[in-house]
C-alpha cells in the first residue's frame, strides 16, 4: 500500500449527515412514493427550483453527503395513505437516526464527521390548526417541541458524533401559505415562540456534554434574506408570492399536515406562475427557491468554519452585512448551477 492509499484509509473524507425535512431532502421522499412526491417541475426530487443547500453545505465542507432527510418529516412519526388507500410511513427525524444507528451498529462517526437536525417547521403547521382553535397553547407546544429536538441531539451525541448543528424553525410569518389563510400572526407566534426555547436550551445542553453544538439561524437567515438590500443583491425580484401554486385548503383544515401536503403536491398546478423561478424568493407556498437555498448553504459553512476557528468567540452570523458579503464574494446572484456546484 502507497503512503498515500495508507493516509487515505486512516483518514477517509468526513461525512455530513442529514436529518431533517423537505428543507433538505434530496430525494428521499420521492423514492418512498415510487416517483409521484414531489413531481415535476420540482428538480429531481427536491422541494426546490434546484438543489437545495445540504448539497452546498456538503460541497464548501468538503464532506461526503449522508441525507437521511424526508419531506413532510416531523419530530414523531406520521401514518398517513396516499391517494386516500396506500398506507405510507414517513420517518421522523428520531426515525431518521435510528436509522443511522442501525445502519452503521460498528462504525462510529469519524471525529470531523457532522450531524445536522433540521426539523420544526412542518411541526408548527401541524398545530397551527389547533392553536387557532385554542385546543392546544403555544407555550406548551413550543416547550414540548424544543424538548423533543434536544432530545434528539442526545440521541446523535449517543450515537458518537462530536459535531452537531441545530436548525431553528423559519419565520412563519413570512411563508407564503400563511398569508393565504390570514395565520401569518399567529403562526409567526409559534415559531417566535419554540425559537426562543430551542435558543435557550442547546446551549446550555451542548456545554455539559464536551461537544460542538451550533444553532443554524434559519429564522434569522429568512428574515434578513428578505430584506429589500440582501434580496436585490442576491437577485431575488419576488419575496412574496411563489411560483407554483395548488389549492392549499386541506393544508389548514387536516389534522395530519403529512398527508395533506402529501396531497397538495400530487395536485399541484404544473404551470409556472412566474416568468423566470430563480428570481422568486419562494418556490411554491411553503419552500424557498434555488437562490435562497444556495445562500444559506454557504452561510452553514461559513458559520461551521467560524465555530471551529473561534470555539464560539466569534461567530459568523446572517447578518445584512454578512449575507451580502457572501453574495458579492462568490457570485451568488445568479442562477444556481445544476447540479450544485461551488
Not at 450531524?115 to 411541526?123: M, P, S
Not at 419575496?239 to 387536516?254: A, D, K, Q, R, Y
Not at 437562490?291 to 444559506?296: A, I, S
Not at 452561510?299 to 470555539?311: D, I
Request: hydrophobic residues 40%.
Amino acid at each position: 500500500m502507497t503512503i498515500a492509499a495508507a493516509y487515505s484509509a486512516a483518514n477517509p473524507q468526513p461525512s455530513v449527515y442529514i436529518f431533517g425535512d423537505s428543507i433538505s431532502d434530496t430525494g428521499r421522499l420521492k423514492k418512498i412514493t415510487l416517483g409521484i412526491v414531489p413531481p415535476e417541475p420540482y428538480w429531481n426530487g427536491r422541494f426546490s427550483s434546484g438543489p437545495v443547500w445540504t448539497e452546498y453545505f456538503s460541497l464548501l465542507q468538503g464532506t461526503q453527503l449522508r441525507n437521511y432527510a424526508v419531506g413532510a418529516a416531523v419530530t414523531a412519526t406520521s401514518k398517513l395513505k396516499l391517494f386516500g388507500f396506500l398506507p405510507l410511513t414517513i420517518p421522523s427525524t428520531k426515525d431518521q437516526i435510528n436509522q443511522y444507528i442501525i445502519d452503521n451498529p460498528n462504525t462510529p462517526p469519524g471525529f470531523f464527521d457532522i450531524a445536522v437536525l433540521e426539523i420544526g417547521g412542518n411541526d408548527i403547521m401541524t398545530v397551527l390548526p389547533d392553536v387557532v382553535e385554542n385546543k392546544v397553547n403555544i407555550e406548551e407546544f413550543a416547550e414540548s417541541l424544543s424538548n423533543a429536538v434536544i432530545s434528539q441531539c442526545q440521541l446523535l451525541k449517543t450515537a458518537g458524533f462530536k459535531t452537531i448543528f441545530v436548525t431553528n424553525a423559519p419565520p412563519m410569518q413570512y411563508v407564503p401559505l400563511m398569508a393565504m389563510e390570514n395565520r401569518a400572526s399567529i403562526a409567526g407566534a409559534i415559531s417566535k415562540s419554540y425559537n426562543a426555547k430551542l435558543a435557550s436550551k442547546l446551549p446550555s445542553w451542548g456545554s455539559q456534554r464536551n461537544i460542538r453544538v451550533g444553532l443554524l439561524d434559519f429564522d434569522t437567515f429568512v428574515t434578513n434574506a428578505l430584506s429589500s438590500d440582501v434580496s436585490r443583491t442576491l437577485g431575488i425580484m419576488d419575496t412574496s408570492s411563489s411560483c407554483i401554486g395548488g389549492n392549499s385548503l386541506n393544508l389548514f383544515t387536516s389534522r395530519n399536515h403529512a398527508e395533506a401536503l402529501i396531497r397538495f403536491l400530487v395536485d399541484i398546478k404544473g404551470t409556472l406562475l412566474c416568468s423566470n423561478p430563480s428570481t422568486n424568493f419562494f418556490w411554491d407556498p411553503i419552500h424557498p427557491g434555488e437562490r435562497v437555498h444556495r445562500l444559506f448553504g454557504f452561510y452553514a459553512s461559513e458559520f461551521a468554519n467560524s465555530l471551529r476557528a473561534s470555539n464560539y468567540s466569534s461567530l459568523f452570523l446572517p447578518t445584512q452585512a454578512n449575507l451580502k458579503a457572501l453574495i458579492s464574494a462568490h457570485q451568488l446572484g445568479q442562477m444556481a448551477p445544476k447540479p450544485a456546484r461551488i
